[in-house]
């Protein structure tokens, strides 16, 4: 079982609908990162959480840090929200920086 | 412009072939790291760099090198490149680690043959 876990691993959706993409980890945790991995292959950085919840624009994440999960959910989706959204998890150690990846969520809109 | 450039973007190369893949940051970061990427599995860690001689294995180091002699720059080094090195990867950077944000380079896809 991989560390961390994502679903669904594809998301096909019709552009305004709200979207839901999942994180689960299986470690202890200080910090969780999600990525947006445009189709052209450049990775962009969304949010860093270490607990609670945090919105930017249309994009809203949430982190659970007793039941080992987080959520990164788009509002009114639109086709340039498709791309692969990945999340990343950091340990607990101070001093160990180790990221560890989810395989990611591929995410589509449809006009 | 605030940016983590690498070099080459593309490279062929053959087995054994010692090569080295850039990365440059304009940030004053501390923390540089790379991944490579592979379908089916993901991002995975490679090297991290916490600061200017301090380095540090993540999940897949064997068979690539680091240095971080300055700051701004953390080249990847492949001595004896192999075919299940043929990967894209991705150099990132961050103030300082572990409560900040990545800034993540342009990628490099290399092919091993």
């Known amino acids: 079982k991989n560390e961390v876990e994502q679903s669904p691993q594809n998301l096909t959706a019709q552009e305004g609908e709200f979207i839901t993409i999942n994180c689960s980890y299986s470690v202890g945790i200080s910090a969780l990162h999600w990525l947006q991995q445009h189709p052209g292959g450049g990775i962009v950085s969304l949010f860093m959480l270490s607990s609670g919840k945090k919105k930017h624009g249309r994009l809203i994440a949430t982190i659970n840090i007793q039941e080992k999960h987080s959520s990164l959910h788009i509002t009114a989706s639109h086709p340039r929200d498709s791309a692969v959204y990945i999340c990343?998890?950091?340990?607990?150690?101070?001093?160990?920086?180790?990221?560890?990846f989810g395989t990611g969520t591929r995410l589509t809109i449809i006009p | 412009e605030a940016q983590v450039t690498q070099n080459p973007r593309y490279l062929i190369t053959v087995t054994g072939k010692k090569l080295t893949v850039t990365c440059s940051q304009n940030m004053n970061h501390e923390y540089m790291s790379w991944y490579r990427q592979d379908p089916g599995l993901g991002l995975r860690q490679i090297y991290y760099?916490?600061?200017?001689?301090?380095?540090d294995k993540g999940d897949v180091p064997e068979g690539y090198k680091v240095s971080r002699k300055e700051k701004r720059n953390f080249p990847l080094i492949l001595e004896s490149p192999s075919p299940n090195q043929t990967s894209l990867y991705f150099c990132?950077?961050?103030?300082?680690?572990?409560?900040?944000?990545?800034?993540f380079g342009p990628g490099t896809r290399l092919t091993v043959l």
């Open positions: 990132a950077s961050s103030l300082s680690g572990r409560y900040n944000e990545q800034f």
């Open positions: 760099s916490m600061n200017v001689e301090v380095t």
């Open positions: 990343a998890v950091l340990g607990l150690n101070f001093g160990n920086e180790k990221l560890t």
